[in-house]
């Protein structure tokens, strides 16, 4: 099973959003399966999946981001 979380982003802070998160996994030692992203209308979805729900929830915290 994985579990899924998504982040939305401005589009004109997408690079730095990014940089932050790259950051944050990396000192967490944390690895997701998934790494995505989407552009629409309001701006830019991050989409991760990860194999351990605590580390799924633990990013979502961290960015505010919904736990799917």
Do not use: N
Not at 31 to 50: K, N
């Amino acid at each position: 099973m994985s579990y899924s979380v998504e982040v939305r982003s401005d589009a004109a802070k997408i690079g730095s959003v990014m940089e932050r998160m790259r950051e944050w996994l990396d000192a967490q030692r944390i690895e997701p399966d998934i790494f995505r992203h989407t552009v629409d209308e309001a701006g830019v979805i991050i989409h991760l999946q990860f194999k351990v729900e605590s580390e799924a929830s633990a990013f979502g915290h961290a960015f505010s981001g919904q736990l799917l």
